[in-house]
């Protein structure tokens, strides 16, 4: 066929010949190229016709031999380079340090640091006018000496020292980040080679090295690395689902439709292709270019890019729902957008921030307000003064230091630590990721992780091996569980059956010895290739003998494998001048095919059509339920008297003597069921979306524990899923979806685009108490659009495509599924180190804030200095932060559920630990600030005469105010109310670490500190009464621990999730009911009157269903296990229901349903707020008005109803 093309040259004449010279001496420009790429089948190749004549002419255009190659001239290649671009898709430009830096400064607990920063620098340096006279009274204005007036800046120049260093960190850390997966992207990119023919030699080059003009070779298993045009091809068929999402494979031969795009994989068949697009030209680099990786330059070819695009976009969805534009649209748009919404854990820590500071706010100006009005009054009214006008810049200057004090107040309640935690808490989690084979893009994506509620994972290489082995086989009338040993076979059987395998199977398919020691053997090529031949080898023969003995230029005929054929077959001549004919294939055509069998001796026995449904029954189905692939080996002699006609397949490949059947499996890797197991224990539901057949994908799934027997499950094929979700119209709706995905457990048969459908309807659905957040596995390119739409994308790191690698979030380094165990886990670990180090935060913070704020009021002088105050909250939150924000996961992490989006950052035992350590820690304080004196026998601090040394009193409170952060730092280690404390402390060498440090250099300062730090050196025996007091903070932990969280319904968690309502839900360590007598009460009220709902309810619906006369609305009641399962659980299925029936004409019982949704009876320990139980499910648009007004109004009876309760 090859010379065909050639020698219809001659016939053409070409005017075109004669063009104006092209760019660079070749005959085709770059756009011209780019045009002809976008065209498929018929019109391209008319395309080609019109403008070159054929593909020789276009190979003469492009300076290059169809049978030679290019030569190999460095220059030509370069020249090449630069017309029509390297075969490279630049990466997105890094962002620079300065950028990264900007966008941490976004941080709004950051923007309020450098407010109040700012204007207590501002304060500081303002210098008040002239000196106060008597006339004006010299109210005392608090002891301030002159090291507290010149250390004034201190403390604005330290809050901004904090924010630096955060912003600092967070830049750093995205950098670093960003490097590392560059390193590990171009690691990948050198190990891609290519063969390609240059100076008629086959020579393997990387792929980046490509140029237009190459002619390089393709064959079965390639992933093609640029776009070109078929020279010439074997029964080539390529896989074009990465491009297009159709699974069917494309039949490509250079006079039907020669045109071969980058990314696809080659299926069957072999060929050569002249490249004519790399790079940002070819197909996969126009997708990248809009996935927004091309960077700026790429933005004016952009816009050339978007016109030609249309057709790409249309391709990709190949189901034309009303999404299909849009969804590209969307994408388009998402190219320059940052990814995502705020994660859960920014969202709450946002809120919390705003929370605290306004908090702050109100405590400062109460403290600038009391200030203010005592000072009026003792001026004014005790001492009956008059305002002089020659006194206003003095009391200007009272009401400045008063001003300063209040923001000193601000200053010290807002945590500067809390960025710096996250940022640390994450950077450390991703630097551990790195060791646990999980390479996270997305820093948040590690927390997003921890709040998971469903993964939908593919199946083949994530949860099985994806190395195929016979595990099973019928040979000589015996059915064989594993593999029969040599010695049971008759020679004959065994004989044929190695020939039959090693010569009727792709010579490029081999077994190689393992890389490295202990690991299994290499597979290369075809999969089900490399399992029989792995068979042979399992039977203690070899297969490379045969194939020395009959090379491949000796097979006298091959019929390929494909997909309407499903089988292969090979003729090779018998030394008798005969012809034997090798057949493999799927067991079910070929075994129509069969009329004889061996028998145990090796003989012909006939094989009757009964005898193969007897065989069907007896050993084919059993297989395929175990999860087994069936594959028939049989063979053929044909006697040397006469040839028949090879060309009449059927007739060839029929009257078959069958040798064997086996059964072959991809096993799943062995610790998948553990780790899905671990994955339902953390509340974690686990869906298997695969394209392989229901049964097979059922057995897996059972085998890794998916499904488990006696459940209520669903396991759809594609096209059923679509048929159950879409409307009349084929139009997705939302509330069909809704009513298969809690179930669906297994999606077999799927394309890219359900897959896609899927994941965004369980994100979008409305219907459980919140949000799903749900993590996606893909591979294929054709899993892109699914990856982005997840909340976590992981790609694999192995076999996946760079356009997965792109949209995912993690990338798994080893494509194992238990990888992403350990990344719930992490993702759990880093909300519960910033919920420790909350806690602790929270508890300095509430006793530095009162301590301020009454010293201030009561003594006017704060007992706690500016740079004391500086020391506790800097070094202690940033120390605290490194220290608890770097505990390492346990396994216990993944015994609890999910917190969800909407679950408080501070629970209430969190709450109960904050005041419960804080009123301790304020008794201690005041005693010592009000009584200390006496206590120790030392002179008071308390109203000191300006410009005196430090006491020996307040060094005192300072040093025990210390002592007891240190000790309740051990204490902040757990956070749901657990009594041992040190468990596993040593296990995390930082926190010992700073916990000894941060002790070590208190003592240089309180000893050596002197008067920056207002401290008097301190007694052995003050000392240890400090330490005392510190140590008292653990014994007083263990008595907050005994105090049961239910009692204290006084307490209100902080920190909700941006959820729609405040929902408390209750920290899972605490299982007791906390609701009060007069509010069980209303439940049980409020119980009954669902249940009334609930009836009414039901009997509309019964009516509507009766007056319906479609009836293809309910849901087939087979997909339930049972009918007792039927009736067990009454409000599932009403719920189930609700939104099955066909709307009729009849509107207003359509509007009393909507109104009368109710969820099922409210469990006993949750406040069901009407919104968290999702009554009201946003309807889809395509739903009447009238309902979806109803539904989503928020002023409907019953959502009012519900709040007040």
């Not at 207590?120 to 006339?135: H, I, Q, T, V």
């Not at 896989?239 to 045109?259: I, N, Y």
């Not at 097979?696 to 890794?704: G, L, S, V």
């Not at 996606?776 to 892109?784: H, M």
Request: hydrophobic fraction near 40%.
């Amino acid at each position: 066929m090859g010379d065909m093309a050639n020698s219809s040259i001659e016939f053409h004449p070409k005017p075109q010949q004669r063009e104006a010279p092209h760019a660079g001496g070749f005959g085709c420009t770059l756009a011209e190229l780019r045009a002809l790429m976008e065209l498929r089948g018929a019109e391209a190749l008319q395309k080609i016709q019109e403008a070159y004549g054929d593909v020789s002419g276009l190979c003469r255009r492009l300076k290059t031999s169809p049978t030679e190659g290019l030569a190999d001239n460095a220059n030509d290649l370069e020249k090449r380079r630069q017309i029509y671009g390297q075969n490279f898709i630049p990466p997105k430009q890094p962002k620079t340090f300065l950028q990264l830096v900007w966008e941490a400064l976004q941080d709004v607990t950051l923007i309020i640091l450098e407010v109040a920063a700012i204007v207590s620098l501002g304060l500081s340096f303002y210098a008040p006018p002239g000196e106060e006279s008597e006339a004006c009274g010299n109210v005392s204005g608090g002891a301030e000496d002159e090291g507290e007036a010149e250390a004034g800046w201190i403390e604005g120049a330290a809050i901004l020292l904090s924010v630096i260093c955060v912003v600092l960190v967070t830049a750093f850390n995205d950098w670093s980040k960003e490097k590392q997966f560059r390193g590990l992207q171009s690691r990948i990119e050198q190990e891609q080679k290519f063969t390609v023919i240059r100076n008629g030699q086959l020579l393997q080059v990387p792929v980046a090295a490509l140029v237009v003009g190459d002619i390089a070779q393709v064959k079965y298993g390639d992933l093609l690395p640029a776009d070109g045009v078929l020279i010439q091809g074997n029964d080539l068929k390529i896989d074009e689902s990465s491009l297009t999402g159709e699974s069917d494979h494309v039949r490509k031969s250079a006079d039907k439709d020669p045109m071969l795009l980058s990314g696809t994989h080659v299926m069957e068949g072999s060929g050569r292709m002249v490249v004519t697009a790399v790079g940002v030209n070819s197909q996969t680099g126009i997708i990248f270019t809009l996935l927004g990786a091309g960077g700026e330059e790429e933005e004016k070819k952009d816009k050339k890019a978007k016109k030609q695009d249309g057709a790409v976009a249309m391709e990709m969805q190949p189901l034309k729902s009303a999404e299909g534009g849009e969804m590209e649209e969307r994408e388009k748009k998402k190219a320059n957008v940052p990814k995502k919404e705020k994660s859960v854990l920014q969202g709450k820590l946002t809120k919390l921030a705003v929370q605290i500071g306004k908090a702050g706010l109100v405590m400062s100006a109460i403290t600038v307000i009391i200030l203010v009005l005592y000072f009026v009054i003792e001026t004014f009214v005790v001492e009956g003064r008059v305002w002089l006008a020659e006194c206003t810049p003095v009391y200007v200057q009272y009401f400045v230091k008063f001003f300063i004090i209040g923001v000193t107040v601000l200053v010290v309640a807002v945590p500067e630590g809390l960025p710096l935690a996250v940022t640390i808490s994450l950077a450390y989690s991703v630097k551990k990721m790195m060791k646990d084979n999980n390479l996270v893009r997305h820093l948040d994506a590690c927390e997003t992780m921890g709040n998971a509620t469903a993964i939908c994972s593919d199946k083949t290489g994530t949860l099985t091996t994806n190395r195929m082995t016979v595990v099973q086989s019928y040979l000589g009338d015996t059915h064989y569980k594993e593999i029969p040993s040599p010695s049971a076979l008759t020679p004959k059987i065994l004989d044929l059956l190695v020939h039959a395998i090693s010569i009727n199977s792709a010579y490029t398919t081999k077994i190689l010895p393992p890389e490295k020691e202990g690991a299994l053997p290499r597979q290369v090529g075809n999969k089900t290739e490399c399992a029989l031949l792995g068979f042979v080898l399992d039977l203690k023969r070899d297969f490379q003998p045969v194939r020395e003995q009959i090379p491949e230029d000796k097979l006298y005929k091959v019929y390929t494998f494909n997909s309407v054929r499903k089988s292969m077959s090979t003729v090779i001549c018998m030394p008798d001048g005969g012809f034997r004919l090798f057949s493999k294939g799927a067991s079910e055509i070929l075994l129509k095919k069969c009329t004889n069998i061996l028998n145990s001796n090796g003989e012909l026995r006939g094989f009757r059509p009964r005898d193969r449904d007897d065989m069907v029954k007896k050993i084919i189905e059993p297989m395929a339920c175990d999860g087994l692939r069936t594959i028939c080996i049989a063979y053929r002699d044909f006697p040397s008297s006469q040839e028949p006609d090879w060309d009449d397949e059927n007739e060839v490949v029929g009257d078959l003597t069958c040798i064997a059947v086996v059964g072959i499996e991809d096993p799943v890797r062995p610790e998948v069921p553990e780790a899905i197991r671990k994955c339902q224990r953390a509340g974690i539901t686990v869906r298997m979306v695969t394209g392989d057949n229901i049964n097979t994908a059922r057995a897996i799934a059972a085998k890794c524990g998916i499904i488990q027997p006696g459940e209520d499950f669903l396991c759809l094929e594609g096209k059923e899923f679509n048929r159950r979700i879409r409307n009349e119209k084929g139009e997705i709706e939302q509330e069909r979806l809704d009513k298969v995905w809690p179930k669906l457990r297994v999606l077999a048969r799927s394309s890219p685009t359900d897959k896609h459908t899927l994941v965004k309807g369980i994100i979008d659905s409305t219907t459980g108490e919140q949000r799903q957040v749900v993590a996606v596995t893909g591979d294929g390119t054709n899993d892109g659009p699914a990856l982005k739409k997840a909340d976590v994308g992981f790609a694999m790191g192995i076999a996946g495509t760079d356009v997965a690698k792109e949209a995912s979030d993690i990338i798994l380094t080893d494509d194992n599924f238990t990888s992403i165990v350990k990344a719930v886990m992490w993702g759990r670990n880093v909300y519960d180190s910033i919920s420790k180090f909350l806690q602790f935060q929270l508890t300095v913070n509430v006793v530095a804030v009162i301590v301020a704020f009454t010293g201030a009021c009561i003594t006017q002088d704060s007992p706690l200095k500016a740079v004391q105050m500086l020391w506790v909250n800097l070094i202690m939150d940033t120390f605290a932060s490194l220290a608890l924000a770097t505990e390492p996961p346990t396994e216990s992490l993944l015994l609890r559920k999910p917190y969800g989006r909407d679950k408080p950052l501070i629970s209430r035992t969190m709450m109960k630990n904050i005041l419960g350590h804080a009123v301790y820690q304020l008794t201690i304080i005041f005693t010592l600030l009000f009584v200390g004196e006496l206590l120790f026998d030392i002179d008071s601090g308390r109203n000191a005469p300006l410009h005196s040394p430090p006491s020996e009193h307040y060094t005192i409170i300072f040093n025990t105010f210390v002592m007891m952060q240190l000790f309740n730092e051990i204490n902040a280690r757990k956070i749901h109310g657990e009594r041992n404390v040190f468990d596993g402390i040593f296990s995390n060498p930082i926190f010992c670490t700073i916990v000894l440090g941060t002790f070590g250099i208190q003592i240089v300062i309180v000893q050596f500190g002197g008067k920056p730090f207002s401290c008097s050196p301190l007694s052995t025996e003050q000392w240890l009464w400090c330490l005392f007091v510190g140590v008292g903070e653990l014994v007083w932990g263990q008595v907050i621990a005994t105090i049961p969280t239910s009692q204290l319904k006084c307490l209100k968690e902080a920190g909700h999730g941006p959820g729609k309502d405040e929902m408390t839900d209750e920290e899972l360590a605490e299982g007791e009911e906390e609701i009060d007598h007069a509010e069980r009460e209303l439940r049980r009220g409020q119980i009954l009157w669902f249940r009334g709902l609930n009836r009414i309810q039901t009997q509309i619906r019964v009516v509507k269903a009766f007056r319906s006369s479609l009836y293809e609305g309910l849901e087939k009641p087979e997909s339930k296990s049972s009918i007792h399962n039927f009736m067990a659980t009454p409000e599932f299925l009403i719920n189930d229901y609700t939104h099955n029936i066909p709307l009729i004409d009849d509107t207003d019982v359509d509007e009393n349903e909507e109104r009368l949704r109710a969820p099922p009876p409210p469990s006993p320990n949750q406040n069901n707020n009407a919104i968290d139980s999702g009554i009201y499910l946003t309807t889809h648009v395509t739903k009447s008005a009238t309902s979806s007004a109803f539904s989503s109004r928020p002023g409907s009876p019953l959502h009012s109803m519900e709040t007040s309760l």
